[in-house]
């Protein structure tokens, strides 16, 4: 069932990628009307269109439309971005981390909260069978004699040896054959299911249950508060624990079909369990804390063994981690929200709560990442912002998961996150310097219709200038490491540092544009010197505030940016000075009136 649910495909959603679609839908209702009037402009700067069509001006007017449209298209943005997921996914996968949807690398940017599963992320995934502690038998088992501690040990193996055993399973198994166990009588069986709790045999002569203390003892009859408390002392020491409960007779008609726990069970023994705590954990758990990211683990085991471990790797730094039976949560997402925000540990969730989890913290406007290893995470991982599986997950889990950890490494997490802020902060940097060009060439083709004058430059104009100053830098900034936190408001922050630097371009071409003709005495409606003139000097005008913007966005200009930005400066300098590249891309130095 939990497999099934989890098939339903949903897409990882992209702040980055929405932001720019914005700005492309924007940019397709703006880019028709403004092509159609600089078309119409330009056609009545050489005389209407009986002129142009008769001396072949409309050829011109076409190309300087052109000019214009080219310039508000920001035509590398989308590229460079998915080259930029791209190769943070290659620069992952180096790490033994497999990214299965690109998008998701940028939502490693923006988790703030983290809810790791105990067994496989905190804990390597490697269990040991410590000790059998018999308990004091009471009830109807009083009438049979005492426990032998041979037969709980049969039946333990018996128990444990299922199809497809879980981690506690194989170690129980492991550690019993060891002591010469093997294969007992099994008439019946029951299997171990994330929701109940527990698993059960019928051996013949007996119904053995093997499960959660506290749930199986929640369920049969009797003071059990001593077992109880016996329970919680060896959890208080990280062990995980499980009881042995069993009942004479034969199983009931509907055992297989329609399992129940029957309340005349009795206790028998204490299975403990130890975990080995992964060397790296509290390192990377140190990590998170800096980073402002709240970690929480989130387990079906006991709430106090979790809690011990949790303490032992400093989930919460100096503070003592508060843990909570996931049994005592409330149902309302809005109320589970709340209780979450007091909550660092919870122990006997279901696969269920665990998704409910998610969504409580989604209810916070929290952005939330789920590792895990087992099905019984799969829709978590499935419903978090960003699913993470470790590589010996279930195929199943591994299916849902936006990243895996190949070599199951919880040590990798801190590089991924990292990763992903990179994408996010330089591709904001990328986006503001594409959009700068979008709006001044904007403003200047709606200045150009509202004037009737010529288009102040030449499409080629617009090539040299925007490789130099935006295409090639752009490319550099948004592959250069950047470890800055990621901030909500992508593209308020693109827009608000696009808009001034756009506006003041825009300003500075059609200043040009407007008052040298008259000055300098160029004739640019019936002279084609002067309209080169004016035309190369736009271009300089532009070039000079591409670098001016440039600059802007590759702050701090100490060290490797500094010389970016003077490389690209010069070159374009140097450029115009070699006649293959001047007559190609038509740069000329202006001159006054002949």
């Known amino acids: ?218 369920q049969i009859n009797g003071d059990h508060a001593d077992i109880l408390k016996q329970v919680n002392d060896l959890a208080n020491d990280g062990n995980r624990v499980l009881l042995v409960a069993r009942i004479y007779g034969a199983a009931p008609d509907d055992y297989e079909t329609d399992p129940k726990l029957n309340p005349a069970s009795c206790p028998v023994a204490l299975v403990c369990c130890s975990e080995h705590i992964r060397a790296d954990a509290e390192e990377t758990l140190a990590w998170f804390r800096e980073q402002g990211v709240r970690c929480r683990i989130i387990s079906g085991d006991n709430p106090v063994t979790v809690g011990a471990i949790a303490r032992k790797v400093h989930l919460t730094g100096d503070h003592e981690p508060r843990f909570m039976d996931a049994r005592e949560l409330p149902a309302d997402i809005t109320e589970l929200a709340q209780v979450l925000e007091n909550v660092d540990v919870l122990g006997r969730v279901l696969p269920d709560q665990k998704k409910a989890i998610v969504e409580a913290l989604h209810a916070g406007e929290h952005v939330v990442a789920m590792t895990g290893d087992g099905v019984n995470d799969a829709l978590a991982i499935k419903e978090a912002d960003l699913g993470i599986a470790m590589g010996n997950a279930a195929p199943a889990t591994k299916a849902v998961a936006q990243v895996v950890l190949v070599d199951s490494k919880f040590s990798h997490l801190p590089d991924v996150v990292a990763r992903g802020r990179q994408v996010m902060a330089n591709m904001e940097r990328v986006a503001s310097l594409f959009l700068v060009k979008t709006v001044y060439s904007a403003l200047i083709s709606l200045g150009v219709v509202l004037t009737q004058i010529p288009y102040p430059y030449l499409p080629r104009h617009i090539t040299y200038i925007g490789a130099l100053t935006i295409g090639m830098p752009a490319f550099i900034l948004a592959l250069a490491p950047n470890t800055r936190r990621y901030i909500p408001g992508f593209l308020k922050r693109v827009v608000t540092f696009a808009l001034p630097g756009g506006i003041a371009t825009a300003l500075s071409v059609l200043l040009a544009a407007w008052v040298l003709p008259p000055v300098m005495g160029w004739n640019v409606t019936g002279d084609a010197a002067d309209l080169s003139a004016l035309r190369a000097t736009s271009a300089i005008i532009l070039f000079a505030m591409g670098v001016f913007v440039l600059a802007r966005v590759a702050r701090p200009l100490n060290g490797w940016r500094g010389v970016l930005v003077a490389v690209f400066a010069a070159a374009g300098v140097i450029g115009a000075f070699v006649p293959f590249v001047a007559n190609f891309f038509a740069l000329i130095l202006p001159t006054g009136a002949t």
């Open 1 to 218: 069932v939990l497999t099934a649910r989890a098939k339903v495909y949903r897409k990882t959603v992209s702040d980055l990628n929405k932001g720019i679609n914005t700005i492309l839908k924007f940019m397709t209702f703006l880019v028709v009307p403004l092509c159609v009037l600089l078309i119409w402009s330009q056609v009545r700067t050489v005389g209407g269109w009986n002129v142009a069509i008769s001396t072949g001006e409309w050829r011109s007017a076409v190309i300087s439309a052109v000019a214009g449209v080219v310039g508000m298209i920001p035509e590398g943005l989308v590229l460079l971005t998915s080259l930029n997921f791209a190769l943070a996914a290659i620069r992952l996968a180096r790490k033994n981390t497999l990214v299965q949807e690109l998008e998701s690398v940028e939502t490693l940017a923006r988790v703030d909260c983290l809810n790791l599963d105990k067994t496989g992320t905190v804990t390597d995934g490697t269990i040991r069978l410590d000790s059998l502690e018999l308990l004091g038998v009471r009830g109807p088992d009083d009438m049979r004699g005492t426990v032998n501690e041979h037969d709980v040990r049969q039946a333990l193996f018996d128990l444990s040896n299922e199809g497809q055993p879980n981690g506690t399973g194989q170690a129980i198994l492991s550690g019993l054959r060891e002591q010469g166990f093997a294969d007992g009588t099994v008439e019946a069986r029951v299997p171990f299911s994330s929701a109940r709790k527990w698993s059960s045999i019928y051996d013949g002569n007996a119904v053995w249950t093997m499960g959660a203390p506290e749930v199986i003892l929640s």
